[in-house]
């Protein structure tokens, strides 16, 4: 270990830490990733953690309570590169799929009654750069092992990593897939950000979108294609919503709004 070894941070709040587990899942590579740089906290992979300066805050999960908040900006004051891995941290993930509908307090009511909750405030889900400055986002539910890998390993050597910008319907092409929107199955894929290899479509199974929305998204194309296919409009915005977050929030509200007027 050399002074000069990038101090590293991994942090989890609202979701399944299967994010986390993904980079522990790493096996043989964790080992060179771990004498590649200095851990200084991850609570799932070692006991002996500590808090100060990080050269990367590698952060998942949403964000849905104050406590969670407050660390959230801590981690952000003390690390030079904040990135939110996983679709939670990137967009709010399943959490927020309701994002912005106005309605969080019913059902928060629902599911807690009037119960008086002493731990922490909660609120609505929300992605990390709802609240701090992000610097980079690792899609994915979870995280792909190969794209995590590459990124961390481009950060060590202090090179800015790539990652695809193209929506799994490239990655569909690439691999000669049938198009199962063809077959008239719901395919989240036209709006969903690439990375994952495409890896439903390739079993004949449709995207349900868990890497997020696509730099390029187009949701009116594919809402009323899905609709001449069809199927439910409610049905279509859900199926939207379900892993868009906040990424697809006010193009939905424009959807609904335009088909409450008809």
Same mark, same amino acid.
């Given at each position: 270990?050399t002074?000069?070894s990038p101090?590293i941070g991994?942090?989890?709040f609202?979701g399944c830490a299967?994010?986390q587990?993904?980079i522990?899942?790493?096996?043989d590579? @964790?080992?060179?990733?771990f004498g %590649?740089t200095?851990i +200084?906290?991850?609570?799932?992979?070692k006991?002996d953690? /500590?808090?100060?300066e990080?050269? *990367?805050?590698?952060v998942?999960?949403s964000i849905?309570?104050?406590?969670q908040?407050?660390?959230?900006?801590e981690? +952000?004051?003390?690390s030079?590169i904040? @990135?939110?891995?996983?679709t939670c =941290?990137c967009?709010g993930?399943?959490? %927020?799929?309701?994002?912005g509908?106005?309605?969080?307090e019913d059902?928060?009511k629902? *599911?807690y009654?009037?119960?008086?909750?002493t731990?922490?405030? =909660?609120?609505e889900a929300q !992605?990390?750069? =709802?609240f701090v400055?992000?610097?980079m986002k690792?899609p994915g539910? !979870? @995280?792909?092992?190969?794209?995590?890998?590459k990124? *961390?390993?481009k950060? *060590?050597?202090?090179k /800015?990593?790539?990652?695809l910008?193209?929506p799994v319907?490239?990655?569909c092409k690439?691999?000669?897939?049938?198009c199962?929107?063809?077959d008239?199955?719901?395919? %989240?894929?036209p709006?969903t950000?690439?990375?994952c290899? =495409?890896v439903?479509p390739?079993?004949?199974?449709?995207?349900?979108?868990c890497?997020g929305p696509?730099d390029d998204?187009?949701?009116s194309?594919?809402?009323?294609?899905?609709?001449?296919?069809g199927?439910d !409009?409610e049905? @279509?915005?859900?199926?939207?919503?379900?892993?868009?977050?906040?990424?697809?929030?006010?193009l939905?509200?424009?959807?609904?709004k335009k088909?409450?007027k008809?």
């Open positions: 270990m002074k000069s101090k991994v942090y989890g609202t299967g994010d587990l993904m522990l899942n790493c096996e590579q @964790i080992v060179d990733l %590649a200095e +200084r906290s991850f609570v799932m992979a006991s953690n /500590h808090e100060g990080l050269d *990367v805050a590698l998942e999960g849905s309570t104050e406590e908040l407050k660390h959230l900006k981690i +952000r004051e003390r030079k904040l @990135i939110a891995i996983g =941290a967009w993930g399943p959490q %927020a799929m309701k994002l509908d106005g309605k969080y059902r928060y629902k *599911v009654g009037n119960a008086k909750i731990i922490s405030k =909660a609120f !992605p990390l750069d =709802a400055k992000v610097d690792i539910c !979870p @995280i792909d092992k190969q794209e995590f890998l990124s *961390v390993s950060l *060590v050597a202090g /800015h990593p790539y990652l910008k193209s319907c490239l990655e690439w691999k000669e897939n049938r199962i929107l063809l008239g199955k719901f395919c %989240a894929g709006l950000k690439g990375g290899g =495409a439903c390739s079993h004949n199974l449709p995207c349900v979108g890497w696509t998204l187009n949701v194309a594919e809402y009323n294609l899905l609709k001449e296919k199927y !409009p049905e @279509i915005i859900t199926k939207i919503r379900k892993f868009g977050g906040s990424g697809v929030v006010e939905v509200k424009d959807l609904e088909g409450a008809k």
